[in-house]
């Protein structure tokens, strides 16, 4: 008998942490389909989608897709679509619903970005659905989804082929927008707090804190965190105070951005930073 199976995750449930004068909340799913099929339908949202086992079939545009484990499926608000398993085994999948209004605050009013086919394999695109879909799901911070949204809007642009405009970046607003972040560490902050602190539109000023100091507002602060967070360790805190101390929302949250920012767990870092010889 066909069944759908619905494999429920609390980190991909709505995020809950937007703010009333931020965004609104967004729909995550991760779903197992076998035997089952999705009739044709549409969404008034960019549907992003991780294809993670088997294969996803679905017809778009007057012909048959396909998404393998891997790839990426984004397809634009109010395209027909359908989907169904290519074979017994059936496929699994993580997706998130985007507004085109998000991805227009991000542009400033450029035309949406259209992704030929509905899948890719770019891995700037890739990376930026699995910031969306799984990475800032459930976690306390708007300044994650305010991050991942600039990531996915810009790489679904670049894939649709269509040029940024070459701007001057702002070097003053920048750096008002860095020392700003040096003394929020703990308290955090929101792009729209650091729009009025550097005098400078919030998509403009991540545009031109990307150009000049190579990476985001929002990962700018998760790293001093970390740099807090390593500090607190070496003077004997314990993995929850460190957490804490360092401004992150859980003791999850902090290992996870530890992992990624450092590229091991903080136990494992502790244990070698004891062995660890700096010269100078």
């Not at 993670?52 to 395209?79: C, K, T």
């Not at 009013?109 to 394999?121: D, H, K």
């Not at 996915?152 to 001057?168: E, F, H, S, Y």
């Not at 004997?236 to 767990?265: C, I, P, Y």
Request: glycine share 6%; aromatic share 8%; proline share 5%.
């Amino acid at each position: 008998m066909p069944n759908i199976v619905t494999m429920n995750s609390a980190n991909l449930s709505p995020n809950p942490s937007h703010s009333a004068d931020s965004f609104e909340p967004i729909e995550r799913v991760a779903n197992r389909l076998v035997g089952a099929a999705f009739s044709p339908h549409r969404h008034d949202t960019y549907t992003v989608a991780l294809t993670v086992a088997g294969v996803q079939a679905f017809n778009y545009r007057g012909a048959m897709r396909h998404s393998l484990p891997g790839q990426v499926l984004i397809l634009h608000p109010d395209e027909i679509h359908d989907g169904h398993c290519r074979d017994e085994a059936g496929f699994s999948y993580w997706a998130a619903y985007v507004p085109p209004t998000h991805v227009q605050t991000v542009l400033g009013g450029a035309e949406l970005p259209f992704i030929v086919n509905g899948v890719s394999t770019n891995p700037a695109l890739i990376a930026a659905a699995m910031s969306m879909v799984i990475d800032c799901a459930g976690v306390e911070d708007p300044g994650a989804y305010e991050d991942a949204l600039y990531d996915l809007a810009q790489a679904m642009n670049d894939v649709a082929g269509k040029a940024a405009p070459v701007r001057i970046a702002n070097r003053t607003a920048v750096m008002r927008a860095r020392e700003f972040l040096d003394s929020a560490v703990v308290f955090g902050t929101r792009l729209d707090q650091l729009e009025k602190v550097a005098d400078c539109d919030r998509w403009q000023l991540s545009r031109d804190f990307r150009a000049l100091l190579g990476t985001s507002p929002y990962r700018y602060l998760q790293h001093r965190r970390v740099d807090l967070a390593k500090q607190l360790l070496r003077e004997g805190a314990k993995l929850a105070e460190a957490a804490h101390g360092a401004g992150f929302a859980d003791q999850s949250h902090f290992g996870r951005t530890f992992r990624k920012a450092v590229g091991l767990t903080p136990n494992e870092w502790l244990r070698s930073d004891m062995f660890r010889t700096i010269i100078l």
